[in-house]
């Protein structure tokens, strides 16, 4: 079975500062990894995906993750945080044993921008 | 394009009553997603159709059915509503047959069950 934890489920930055927000996944297998993005009262919209090309995956908006197998990890990040930045967001892992691509989304993240 | 669509963005029942959730896209996907989402939790899958003419339960079935009326449609009903089925509901569809397929969300339907 595959999950994914986000760490933190409210993160606060200023304007113009570094995003960080952390994902773990656990996988069996080699996994494809997600981060959606959900703007209030919206759905979720893709940001980035991870399909074992590039450990290193840039995405919309100037945010990228990097993939590290041995850490298990799919942080987000983006050098200068902008106001329009504040919104959920979500780390994913895709379940590649199913007949679709039925995905499995963490808890989320929180994101405020303070000015 | 308008992409996924949900009807209706919000509604208010009370325990008991029953209703249907409907979906469409226009992007000649294959495969289509039901989710509810509630705070703390992240989006949990209810039901998906991989192909027309096919539905499987995901994480949390109970309380729902669903109906894949044709390669457009997917449609999730609430035969008996419960106060616990409160909740944001997400209808989202991919091209299908790729793990790595992209989803896309509907703007959700906001259900109060009193």
């Known amino acids: 079975a595959q999950s994914v934890t986000q760490l933190g489920s409210h993160v606060s930055v200023s304007e113009g500062a570094l995003v960080l927000l952390r994902c773990n996944y656990s996988s069996s297998v080699p996994p494809y990894l997600f981060w959606y993005v959900q703007y209030p009262n919206q759905g979720l919209q893709l940001l980035l995906k991870y399909t074992s090309a590039a450990t290193l995956v840039k995405g919309i908006n100037g945010f990228e993750a990097e993939f590290k197998k041995s850490e298990t990890s799919f942080h987000l990040t983006k050098p200068s945080a902008h106001m329009s930045d504040a919104a959920e967001y979500f780390c994913?892992?895709?379940?590649?044993?199913?007949?679709?691509?039925?995905?499995?989304f963490g808890s989320g993240t929180r994101l405020s921008i303070r000015p | 394009n308008a992409g996924v669509t949900q009807t209706p963005k919000f509604q208010v029942l009370k325990t008991g009553q029953s209703m249907t959730l409907q979906c469409a896209q226009d992007?000649?996907?294959?495969?289509m997603y039901w989710y509810r989402q509630d705070p703390g939790m992240g989006l949990r899958l209810i039901y998906y159709s991989a192909s027309e003419g096919t539905t499987d339960k995901g994480e949390v079935p109970n309380g729902y059915n669903v109906s894949r009326l044709n390669k457009r449609e997917f449609s999730l009903r609430l035969e008996s509503a419960a106060p616990s089925q409160t909740s944001v509901y997400f209808c989202?569809?991919?091209?299908?047959?790729?793990?790595?397929?992209?989803?896309?969300f509907g703007p959700g339907t906001r259900l109060t069950v009193l």
């Open positions: 989202a569809s991919t091209p299908g047959g790729s793990d790595t397929d992209t989803q896309y």
């Open positions: 994913a892992v895709s379940d590649r044993y199913s007949s679709a691509s039925k995905i499995i």
């Open positions: 992007m000649n996907h294959n495969s």
